[in-house]
């Protein structure tokens, strides 16, 4: 009785935009990641400072052998964690490191460098080249200058804001690599911005379970297709 009350009082616009608000602010956490400063979903785990169709898009695959470096680091060294073989990380910020050290799985190694030069190359201290590499930091078009060697032939970049860093961006596609864009609102902010894929040629992304796509968050469950 009361819902049909509520629907004759309430608009049918007003109805369909309060249940976008519960997508976005419940479902996808951008409510608790407001209220604790801290990238979380829906069920309060840790997830990337990346746009939510970004966030969502790499859940859907199973990274378990895989290793990843991260230009930067937060919850989405945590995220990475949680999903890889392997991460390593580099922070530039003494305090945020001492922050996250602690909180951090032993299937994370964990670099300072305050100094941008250092903290650019610090992948290039390794022999093995990277399945993924994160470009989330300090100094990003440094960063990315070093990224296309040290990636696998069949790995990628993530360039979170791509496009504040449109030079960075130009530098990724002139490597080769294919740049698939995904705008929208992420965690704690108000406002959209694009966090940028950059596929190799050869790229092997797994699906993590038989279902690809997966279900959108606060998607209807329909299936035309079983």
Not at 21 to 45: A, E, F, I, M, P
Not at 61 to 89: H, I, M, P, Y
Not at 133 to 159: H, M, N, W, Y
Request: aromatic share 14%.
């Amino acid at each position: 009785m009361l819902t049909k009350i509520i629907k004759k009082l309430i608009p049918q616009r007003w109805i369909a935009t309060l249940k976008n608000y519960r997508t976005l602010s419940r479902l996808q956490g951008h409510y608790g990641s407001v209220k604790n400063q801290s990238c979380v979903d829906g069920d309060g785990n840790p997830v990337p400072w990346y746009t939510y169709p970004a966030i969502e898009y790499v859940k859907q695959f199973d990274f378990s052998d895989k290793v990843v470096f991260e230009f930067g680091s937060g919850n989405s060294t945590l995220f990475w964690a949680q999903r890889c073989k392997k991460v390593v990380a580099v922070e530039n910020h003494p305090g945020w490191y001492e922050r996250m050290k602690p909180l951090l799985p032993d299937n994370v190694e964990y670099h300072l460098h305050p100094e941008e030069d250092d903290y650019a190359n610090c992948i290039n201290q390794y022999e093995d080249d990277f399945d993924i590499i994160v470009i989330d930091g300090l100094c990003r078009f440094k960063c990315t200058e070093q990224a296309p060697a040290k990636l696998k032939s069949d790995g990628f970049v993530i360039l979170d804001n791509s496009d504040w860093y449109t030079k960075s961006s130009k530098l990724l596609r002139d490597a080769g690599l294919l740049e698939v864009d995904m705008a929208g609102f992420g965690p704690i902010t108000s406002y959209c911005w694009n966090t940028s894929f950059y596929f190799s040629r050869d790229v092997q992304m797994k699906p993590r379970t038989e279902r690809q796509p997966v279900r959108a968050v606060g998607g209807p469950n329909y299936d035309f297709e079983s």
